[in-house]
C-alpha cells in the first residue's frame, strides 16, 4: 500500500516494519511530525483557494515562489543532418561537437503563487521539497485544509 510518509512526505511503499525508503523513518512513529502537514504538488497554472499554506485560515494575501530549472533540449532534426555534413566537410566540427554536445540548455521559470497569511509570512517564505523540471511543477508542505480545498477544486473540474 502506498502512503505519504508523515517525516519526508514522499509517496511510497513502506516496509513490512513500517520503514520509509526514502528517510528510513517509521511511517507509525508520529513523534515530532506535524499532523495537520502533507504535501501538495502545484503548477504556474494552479490558482489557489485562499487559505493560508502554513496555519489553515483564510487570507487574501499570497507570495510568489520561483524556482529556474534547465534542462538539456533534444536536437532537432537538422542537427543531425549538420552534424554528417560537418564531419564530411571538417573535422574540427566533429572535435567541438563531441565537446559542447549536441543537445542545447534551455532554462525555464517555474512561478507559483501560494496563499500565505501575513502572520505566517514573517516566519518567511514557503520553500519548495521538490521541483519537477519536466513537468514544471513544484511540491510543498502545506496544512491540510489546503489540501483538501484544492482536491475538491480539482475534482468539481475534473481532474482528480
Known amino acids: 500500500m502506498i502512503v505519504e510518509c508523515p517525516h519526508c512526505y514522499s509517496k511510497v511503499m513502506p516496509s513490512v516494519s513500517g520503514e520509509c525508503p526514502s528517510c528510513r523513518h517509521n511511517i507509525h512513529d508520529l513523534q515530532d511530525v506535524e499532523p495537520e502537514k502533507t504535501a501538495l504538488t502545484i503548477s504556474s497554472c494552479d490558482r489557489l483557494p485562499p487559505v493560508c499554506c502554513d496555519c489553515g485560515n483564510s487570507t487574501q494575501r499570497y507570495v510568489t515562489v520561483t524556482r529556474k ?23 574540427i566540427f566533429w572535435i567541438v561537437a563531441a565537446v559542447k554536445g549536441l543537445r542545447t540548455r534551455t532554462q525555464d521559470l517555474i512561478i507559483v503563487e501560494l496563499p500565505q ?12 521539497i521538490r521541483v519537477n523540471s ?19 477544486e480539482r475534482a468539481l473540474a475534473g481532474e482528480a
Open 69 to 91: 530549472v534547465s534542462h538539456k533540449k533534444e536536437p532537432d532534426s537538422g542537427a543531425g543532418v549538420a552534424l554528417i555534413l560537418g564531419m564530411l566537410v571538417s573535422w
Open 134 to 152: 519536466e513537468e514544471l511543477h513544484m511540491t510543498f508542505v502545506v496544512n491540510q485544509k489546503l489540501k483538501q480545498q484544492v482536491q475538491a
Open 117 to 128: 497569511c501575513e502572520l505566517c509570512g514573517t516566519l518567511g517564505a514557503p520553500a519548495p
